[in-house]
């Protein structure tokens, strides 16, 4: 069964500084990694999608990266903002066909402080 | 097409009671997929359809739960006799029918059970 985890569960860091958030997965069998943003009581928004065949993705100032072998991810925010403040969540697709249901880690709560 | 929608955003219910949520997803996406978040988790695998076909369901989904996509456009989830522990935010996501496709959510039911 896989799981997903995510470290640290909370983060807090001072505007403008670069940080990264942490992924692990168990089972390396995946079709894809997707990084979503969830602001309180809102849905998720989609930030980045890895493709199991890729080592990373750049969106602005997001930068995420796949490291399948291992079972591994993290997503790099650079400059961050406080309108980066959120929770991010990380989840993994199997590979199994008709089954790519995600499934999530747990997230990382991120503040930045003016 | 402004994404995946959701109906209604709030619901407050007392225990026994049915309930019924509805998605809409993006226009072109075959694939609809229900999940429930509760307080500091990720989200979790109800169940997923591809067109009208309810193709996995989830131990979760206890036999008082039931979806529903009929013509394969928008899809249902009700909940009969409403108990305390259904209280949580339920997600619909789409995505298109093919591997490692980038799912995309809405905004989220969030159902309270009094």
């Known amino acids: 069964k896989q799981e997903v985890t995510q470290i640290p569960a909370a983060l807090s860091v001072p505007e403008g500084e670069n940080l990264v958030l942490n992924c692990s997965f168990t089972?390396?069998?995946?079709?894809?990694l997707q990084w979503f943003r969830q602001d309180p009581g809102k849905g998720l928004t989609s930030l980045l999608l890895?493709?199991?065949?890729?080592r990373e993705q750049t969106s602005g100032r997001l930068n995420a990266s796949l490291d399948k072998s291992s079972g591994r991810s993290t997503l790099y925010i650079a400059a961050s903002q406080p309108g980066d403040s959120a929770t991010y969540l990380c989840?993994?697709?199997?590979?199994?066909?008709?089954?790519?249901?995600?499934?999530f880690g747990t997230g990382t709560r991120l503040t930045i402080i003016p | 097409d402004t994404g995946v929608s959701q109906d209604p955003r709030h619901k407050i219910t007392k225990r026994g009671q049915n309930v019924t949520f509805r998605c809409d997803p993006i226009s072109e996406h075959n694939r609809l997929y229900w999940y429930r978040q509760t307080l500091g988790q990720g989200p979790e695998f109800l169940t997923y359809f591809q067109n009208e076909a309810q193709l996995e369901k989830s131990r979760l989904l206890s036999d008082r739960f039931s979806a529903e996509r009929p013509k394969g456009s928008f899809s249902t989830l009700e909940i009969q006799r409403t108990e305390q522990g259904d209280s949580a935010m339920y997600l619909c996501?789409?995505?298109?029918?093919?591997?490692?496709?980038?799912?995309?959510f809405g905004q989220g039911t969030r159902l309270t059970v009094v």
């Open positions: 996501a789409s995505s298109l029918a093919w591997s490692g496709t980038e799912a995309f």
């Open positions: 089972d390396s069998a995946i079709y894809n």
């Open positions: 989840a993994v697709s199997g590979t199994n066909f008709g089954n790519e249901k995600l499934t």
């Open positions: 890895i493709q199991s065949s890729q």
